[in-house]
């Protein structure tokens, strides 16, 4: 109930978000008609085709992608002609003759005609399978949730609840709009006036929609604008059980010790089974009961996930410093790629990043879901006694972390002692921090599933190969060339020459490769700019920009040494088979 709760009001959030801005026009095209005959029909429309669509998105699949194209395609042109006939009564005049019956029902929202609920409908399915709002951390989870457990009924509800709390907000806004326009009506005599400039912002959404700013540039100014609230929203609604258990009685230690010192830690949880690991490495099985008395430290990740190296200096460090003290560091390895799942993957970057702690390989998300974790990477601190009592998800905070690590040991050790110091570990390649200030750049997946801001011309064949050319990428957006095969996860390069281009700013650029099936290794130089990056190559390429993919792992690529700047990176493969799986960047 308490998903439900935060996906509603995530969805109430959208109104203040600029990705709802193209949608807005056809919304507000409804101020002034009785809200059950006219708004509400079309509010209903909108939730319900936008629950189905996304439904579809979770489940997958190319003939669910190539329907929603062709669902977008008939929405924006039904939706111009409307805007069209907004502006001109002449036009909409002709339209209505050879199709009076679809030209009546839409241009009674331009006159003061008794209100249509199937016009109302047809707005809202249209706009239901236009809108694209911004995947901030609650939307993001009921996908991720989907992607990883499947799709069900709760799924739909999910989404539902979202999009109703999105219904929500503009329903009250349109009230209040259509108030707004009766007023300037009555004293200004400007309906027609009116009904023009809401045709030219239909028409002005219909551009937004059809050009990608709904996805592109509104949704990163929305994630900045209205993650942070969501993301608190998450957090305090997560925490209201913790509170609750805070509040009974510590259990004893199992040692019988009286403790002489208590911190004031909420209480999150208790330690949940760690069964259903297919295997682990470093170390036998672990149970939670042989882990009584031990502060432990388990962190959730996956190996080609940029957050997730970035943050494994500092395990890595901890599990070091604080294991005389107490501190068992368990790494959960659940993965986010169907290359991922590869035992000897994982043990190649075990060996990689030198981790020398416990990892249980997590295949089948058995104590992902037992902890009830939707992050990579995420970090769960357990006392001596068996209780959650402190998590992170993400990036950053290390130094609340390790304090919080302190403040453990030295419960459990009865005796209140202070830290010395906090690790700075070094770090290199890919493992240094992001450049935050400087980073304008986000997170692009290369598959089909989860593909946005593609600026080739070609559209996108799922599962088919097909020629593609780059064209001229503007910031953020990324194209093909050559002849790929373009399918959920990744992209497959058919014949050597083909290259991947993306226009970014940011100080790094990251790209997930592969060899590909038949495991040959693949010959691949960079360029950015046109020219070899020279001092401001990877740590993955050398100053000429040459590289070899030999194995299926994150790669960097660029990291600008100098001013940081917006740049236009291409990296061209000699040899074919090689798959792209998703642009990642700090």
């Known amino acids: 109930m308490i998903l439900f709760t935060i996906a509603y009001l995530a969805g109430v959030l959208t109104i203040v978000s600029p990705c709802i801005l193209p949608v807005l026009p056809f919304v507000f095209s409804r101020a002034g008609q009785p809200f059950a005959r006219s708004i509400l029909p079309m509010l209903i429309g909108k939730v319900a085709t936008f629950a189905g669509v996304a439904t579809l998105a979770a489940v997958g699949g190319d003939w669910a992608v190539h329907a929603n194209e062709a ?279 075990v060996t990689d990043f030198n981790i020398g702690y416990p990892v249980a390989v997590d295949n089948d998300f058995a104590i992902w879901r037992a902890f009830g974790n939707s992050y990579w990477p995420a970090h769960y601190l357990i006392d001596a006694e068996g209780r959650i009592r402190h998590h992170h998800f993400g990036e950053g905070d290390y130094a609340q972390s390790e304090r919080v690590i302190q403040e453990l040991l030295a419960e459990a050790a009865g005796s209140r002692r202070t830290g010395s110091g906090l690790v700075q570990p070094e770090t290199k390649g890919a493992e240094v921090a992001a450049d935050l200030a400087n980073l304008q750049s986000g997170e692009d997946y290369v598959g089909y599933m989860r593909a946005a801001n593609f600026a080739s011309p070609e559209a996108v064949a799922a599962d088919e190969a097909r020629d593609y050319t780059v064209g001229k990428p503007r910031l953020n957006q990324w194209g093909l060339a050559g002849n790929w095969t373009v399918g959920a996860e990744q992209a497959t390069l058919n014949r050597a020459g083909g290259a991947i281009s993306y226009r970014f700013s940011a100080r790094d650029l990251h790209l997930v490769l592969g060899p590909g099936a038949s495991g040959r290794k693949v010959r691949f130089q960079v360029m950015v700019d046109g020219a070899v990056p020279g001092p401001d190559h990877g740590s993955d390429i050398n100053p000429k920009g040459n590289g070899t993919v030999s194995e299926t792992r994150l790669y960097q690529l660029v990291r600008q040494s100098g001013e940081v700047r917006e740049r236009t990176f291409e990296i061209r493969f000699l040899d074919p088979g090689v798959e792209a799986f998703v642009f990642t960047f700090g």
């Not at 219904?167 to 009506?185: E, P, Q």
């Not at 998450?234 to 009974?248: F, I, K, V």
């Not at 460090?317 to 993965?335: M, N």
């Open 71 to 349: 669902g977008r395609f008939a929405a924006i042109a039904v939706l111009a002609v409307l805007g069209v006939m907004l502006v001109s009564p002449q036009v909409a005049a002709m339209v209505t003759r050879p199709v009076v019956g679809l030209g009546n029902r839409l241009s009674q929202r331009t006159a003061g005609q008794k209100a249509s609920v199937g016009a109302s409908l047809l707005l809202g399915v249209a706009t239901g399978l236009l809108w694209a709002p911004c995947a901030g951390p609650v939307l993001g989870l009921v996908l991720t949730g989907a992607a990883l457990h499947g799709a069900n009924v709760g799924t739909t509800l999910l989404l539902t609840a979202y999009a109703a709390g999105a219904a929500t907000s503009l329903a009250l806004a349109v009230l209040a709009g259509g108030r707004v326009f009766a007023a300037m009506k009555r004293s200004l005599g400007l309906g027609e006036r009116l009904r023009q400039g809401l045709g030219i912002a239909v028409l002005a959404g219909v551009a937004a929609i059809a050009l990608g700013l709904d996805t592109g540039l509104l949704a990163r100014l929305s994630f900045a604008g209205t993650t942070s609230i969501e993301q608190s929203l998450l957090d305090r609604l997560h925490s209201e059980p913790a509170q609750t258990a805070a509040n009974h009685r510590a259990t004893p230690a199992v040692n019988g010790q009286v403790r002489g010192y208590r911190s004031n830690l909420p209480v999150e949880g208790v330690f949940p089974p760690l069964d259903g690991a297919v295997e682990w490495l470093n170390s036998k099985p672990l149970t939670v009961e042989e882990l009584r008395g031990k502060v432990v430290l388990v962190d959730f990740w996956t190996y080609s996930c940029i957050n997730c190296i970035r943050t494994i200096p500092y395990i890595r460090a901890w599990a070091e410093k604080y294991r005389e003290q107490g501190l068992v560091v368990i790494g959960v390895h659940a993965p986010e790629f169907a290359f991922e799942r590869r035992i000897d993957n994982v043990k190649q970057a």
